[in-house]
């Protein structure tokens, strides 16, 4: 796994396990790595992971079966979708919107390559 400087290491793993969990590589009640599995997997110290899986039980997309590890909430697909729409419309649209209105990208341009990149 390639990290990068913007954000934190911990939330760029809860973000992979997120579109796995998205793109359906894991599966509702799935079992997800272990702590040190995923640790050694992604080349990571344990603390990192379990910085990860603490985020990931706290905000409902996994849970842990004591003694069995941790498994996908039935509840992480819709979890992780509204995260990420709140994540991007808090944030990331802000500097994008300013971008467009800098380079003079109308709303019309916006709509109808938005729609282009659908029909790909």
């Given at each position: 796994m390639n990290f990068n400087d913007n954000k934190a290491i911990y939330l760029q793993?809860?973000?992979?396990?997120?579109?796995d969990v998205l793109n359906g590589h894991l599966q509702t009640d799935g079992k997800i790595p272990s702590v040190?599995?995923?640790?050694?997997?992604?080349e990571v110290n344990a603390?990192?992971?379990?910085?990860?899986?603490?985020?990931?039980q706290q905000s409902g997309v996994i849970?842990?079966?004591r003694g069995l590890g941790y498994f996908v909430s039935a509840?992480?697909?819709?979890?992780?979708?509204?995260?990420r729409?709140?994540?991007l419309m808090q944030g990331e649209m802000?500097?994008?919107?300013?971008?467009?209105?800098?380079?003079?990208?109308?709303?019309?341009?916006?709509?109808d390559s938005y729609q282009q990149f659908?029909?790909?």
């Open positions: 793993i809860a973000d992979r396990i997120g579109d040190r599995e995923m640790a050694a997997e992604i603390n990192t992971v379990a910085r990860t899986y603490e985020y990931l849970y842990t079966k509840d992480a697909r819709d979890i992780i979708v509204r995260m729409r709140q994540q802000d500097y994008f919107f300013g971008q467009l209105r800098a380079v003079g990208i109308t709303p019309d341009d916006l709509r659908l029909t790909k």
